[in-house]
């Protein structure tokens, strides 16, 4: 596993989490970064992408405006900044990296080829 995820936990609904991701073996500046999820007896979906060599950032609608994609390039990490947090946002998350230096959407499984192990958040009402 070339990703760790940290940042679990159990929260209401309306509070904030943030989750991290770093790696021992990436440089996590160079490579796109996407977060997905997994509700329980859903599929996994997409949350939000950083752009590696465009910066972008894009999120899904369902976490637009709640979430924010950042990363600290000197402690080599990403984050997802979740505020205002709902009970449908309870799931494992994921961070994912794509190959190096590529250009892609972002929000396919397929364009990432690194994952972490996955980290759970709970919401309740």
């Known amino acids: 596993v070339q990703l760790q995820a940290s940042g679990e936990g159990l929260v209401q609904g309306g509070e904030s989490l943030r989750l991290s991701c770093s790696s021992s073996?990436?440089?996590?500046?160079?490579?796109?970064m996407g977060w997905f999820r997994q509700a329980p007896g859903k599929e996994r979906e997409w949350v939000s992408y950083?752009?590696?060599?465009?910066?972008?950032?894009d999120y899904a609608d369902s976490v637009m405006g709640r979430f924010t994609i950042s990363e600290d390039v000197d402690e080599n990490t990403v984050y997802l900044q979740m505020n205002s947090l709902k009970p449908e946002d309870t799931a494992v998350y994921y961070c994912?990296?794509?190959?190096?230096?590529?250009?892609?959407?972002?929000?396919?499984?397929?364009?990432?080829?690194?994952w972490g192990q996955g980290t759970l958040v709970t919401v309740s009402s």
């Open positions: 950083r752009g590696s060599r465009e910066g972008t950032r």
């Open positions: 073996r990436l440089t996590l500046e160079g490579f796109g």
């Open positions: 994912a990296a794509t190959n190096p230096w590529t250009i892609v959407r972002g929000r396919e499984d397929h364009e990432h080829k690194s």
